[in-house]
């Protein structure tokens, strides 16, 4: 079995990197059968002049029907970012995901925004030998 990171790793383009107008966007989703946890990072670029971004975590058993994450869930799930006001990097971690599919809905207010959104899913639970 192969132990890099290249093997045992995958990366989602969740949200590619653009302006994002006001509104939510629905991410990509996960599928955890392929591997048990993900991690989300945002790259926030230019923020519009009094814009906002807010980020949660939804989880889902179809990929069809989403449930928002909990607050302060109890497997140390992260559940949401909220009021993010100027450019850097925010993550959100699903180490226990409570369904079979993650994914991140990103919310812009007041002005466009850009960003992107890239998930590092696994350790993988199959890996080629």
Not at 18 to 39: E, L, R
Request: aromatic content about 4%.
């Amino acid at each position: 079995m192969r132990k890099d990171v290249k093997s045992n790793y995958d990366l989602i383009e969740s949200h590619a990197a653009a302006s994002q107008a006001i509104g939510s966007v629905n991410g990509i989703s996960v599928d955890h059968a392929k591997a048990s946890s993900v991690s989300f990072l945002l790259s926030i670029g230019t923020v519009g002049a009094s814009a906002t971004i807010d980020a949660k975590t939804q989880y889902s058993d179809d990929a069809i029907t989403w449930t928002d994450y909990p607050a302060l869930d109890e497997a140390g799930n992260d559940d949401s970012i909220v009021q993010i006001v100027a450019a850097g990097n925010a993550e959100l971690h699903i180490p226990n995901p409570r369904a079979r599919y993650s994914r991140v809905v990103t919310t812009v207010a007041v002005a466009a925004s850009v960003l992107s959104v890239v998930g590092v899913l696994g350790p993988l639970r199959h890996v080629a030998a």
